[in-house]
């Protein structure tokens, strides 16, 4: 059993650990003044994501740094402080990458102003994005614990065939609707003309379709599959402003 100066050491390590995050977080607070002199957010928004896991991670170390003054020979299973170190880094490390990204799309969304529908879209790409490096982290630790991954990772990519095969018009339409997004040809509230006649303006841009409103006030919905391989005209790009041409004939 411990002794109470152990304790009373793991208790003072624990108190610390919460004293510095603190300060620290007071510090990076301190610091958004600097950043938001810079002619972009993206610092900042990066910084404000950084805040928890850098909490967090103090509040961690503090944990096993303590629990070490407590259980100086600690093992579970057969594995020490080592393994213990390096899974509360690969945890940590998943969760702070997964920030970083979540502050980007975030970043991205708010630069461009998007609407919702284009929302759910920025939201279906951040999940994917941390699903995948959290089941990377997951195998890493499973490689690292001597686990064969070689085996499920020919699982996982079976599987994942099968997944994409089975849904193949679902996927091709919600990664239509990224690139949309992304690479900006339409957005809510442009005026555009189809390759196929069909004029009006964009009123929504969802997973799977785009809603156009014509003159007519009818709703044209338009796969995003098709739509990103139509030749659209936005005559709302670069600007709202349009040039005319206007064949005249004057007397002599």
Partial sequence: MPTLEQFIYAFGILVIAFFLSSFVVVILGRTKKLTSISRTNLDDL?????????????????????????????????????????????????????????????????????????????????????????????????????????????????AGIAVALALQNSLSGVFSAVSLVIDKPIRNGDFVTLDDGTEGFVEDISMRSTQIRTFANNTVIVPNTKLTQMVITNHFLPDEEVGIVLPLSVAY
Avoid: C, M
């Fill in 46 to 158: 990066i910084l404000s994501h950084l805040t928890r896991p850098i909490h967090i991670g103090f509040q961690l170390a503090g944990i096993v740094l303590a629990l070490f003054f407590l259980f100086p020979d600690l093992v579970i299973y057969g594995y020490g402080y080592e393994t213990i170190i390096f899974v509360v880094l690969v945890i940590w490390g998943g969760y702070t990458i997964s920030r970083i990204i979540q502050a980007l799309v975030h970043w991205y969304e708010k630069n461009g102003e998007e609407e919702e529908g284009q929302k759910s879209v920025f939201g279906f790409l951040e999940s994917i994005i941390r699903l995948a490096i959290w089941s990377l982290a997951f195998l890493f630790l499973l490689n690292h614990f001597g686990v064969d991954i070689s085996a499920l990772l020919a699982g996982f990519g079976i």
